[in-house]
């Protein structure tokens, strides 16, 4: 009988373990991504004569949220339908040439996360938006995961810290900033109630046009897991979901929202994603 015990003691042991180590190795992979490779060929590509080219890049190395993914493709097709665009999507980071991305008027990182460019590439896509060419990140392209210097400050604008687990998902009122670029705010309502997992980020992005943005104290943002005890607190009452900024001659636009397939059933979340594409390419 003792054996017995002994041998169920030991097993349980073991699962705990595993489960701890489990956890710990999503939250490296969440937090610093597992890079296999980086794409350097040059795809071929015949961009159509009298359309704006649009690079959608959803290539993750972290966390994937590939059902938002999976959802956001038709969406991005129907807008291309919609005004005349030629959309490329691809999760190929060779696409990121000098040649190449000169063709681009917008490049999208569609949930992309993680280390996903070599740094060839990034300086291709930093001096490519500084001399005029535009960047969109969408949710999980703010993460924390992307550890590019550059990147963080000019699309971001803030750092990364967590988002709410308990819940995950939240109901909250998104409220449209009106002293922004008309573009940006067409057809918006003032505000509408969207789910999401809501990003929590270090501070106030700075630097920025804020876009539209939820009442912090409306949710719950603890974000304690395991081990990590310091993520119970929001962004308080004024609390940015989209904003945008110059940089250089080119510009830089992002949102938090994003994370599951559902967004892309919320035609103003689509609308606010279609403006922001129509004001980087005027």
Known sequence: MKRIAKVIGWTLLGLILLVVAAGGLFIYKVQNGFPVSYETEKPVITFPPNQPAILVFSKTTAFRHGESIEASLPVFSAMARQYGWFVYE???????????????????????????????????????????????GIHGAGDGSHHWPWYEQHLLGTRFSHHPLSPQFQQADVHVETAVDSTLTRQLPASWGHTDEWYVFQGQPKDVQIVSYIDGTHIVPNGNILWVKDK???????????????????????????????AWQ?????????NAINWTLH
């Open 232 to 262: 119970n607190f929001g962004m308080g009452k004024y609390h940015p979901v989209a904003w945008c900024r110059s940089v250089g001659k080119g510009k830089t636009f992002y949102t938090s929202m994003g994370h599951a397939k559902d």
């Open 266 to 274: 919320d035609p103003a979340f689509v609308r606010l994603l279609e």
């Open 90 to 136: 691809t999760e190929d980071g060779g696409v990121f040439n000098p040649e190449q991305l000169t063709h681009f008027k917008a490049v999208i990182f569609n949930n992309s996360t993680g280390p996903v460019l070599n740094e060839a590439q990034q300086q291709t896509l930093s001096q490519y938006v500084e001399a005029g060419g535009a960047l969109l």
